[in-house]
Nanobody
Framework: QVQLVESGGGLVQAGGSLRLSCAAS????????VGWFRQVPGKERNFVGA????????AYADSVKGRFTISRDNTGNTVYLQMNSLKVEDTAVYYC??????WGWGSMHTSGYQYWGQGTQVTVSS
């Protein structure tokens, strides 16, 4: 089992940048794929990006491609979401999630993840 804690959220102006961190407990973090999702009130939780266990594969939602980058430090048990050129529509609660299953379809869907963090709020002002 793994526990996840997100940090780094906050208020930023449009065009700015933020880096979110997802810190994981446990010694086997390198055996988990990690995804980032976001959710606004009243709407479903949507895929943002994901990274494979080794960090060799990654995927992004079309809406963030070219602006967001996921990386991971398995030694430090942390996954990062670097968000650049932020837009007002990026405002949401951002969640990281961990999965024990292999890279594939499930990596881009909430149903593919077994463990979730509590979320961190990102607000982008105009």
């Amino acid at each position: 089992q793994v526990q996840l804690v997100e940090s780094g959220g906050g208020l930023v102006q449009a065009g700015g940048s933020l880096r979110l961190s997802c810190a994981a407990s446990g010694r086997t973090f390198s055996t988990y794929g990690v995804g980032w999702f976001r959710q606004v009130p009243g709407k479903e939780r949507n895929f943002v990006g994901a990274i494979s266990k080794s960090g060799g594969s990654s995927a992004y939602a079309d809406s963030v491609k070219g602006r967001f980058t996921i990386s991971r430090d398995n030694t430090g048990n942390t996954v990062y979401l670097q968000m650049n050129s932020l837009k007002v529509e990026d405002t949401a609660v951002y969640y990281c999630a961990a999965s024990t299953t292999g890279w594939g379809w499930g990596s881009m869907h909430t149903s593919g993840y077994q463990y979730w963090g509590q979320g961190t709020q990102v607000t982008v002002s105009s």
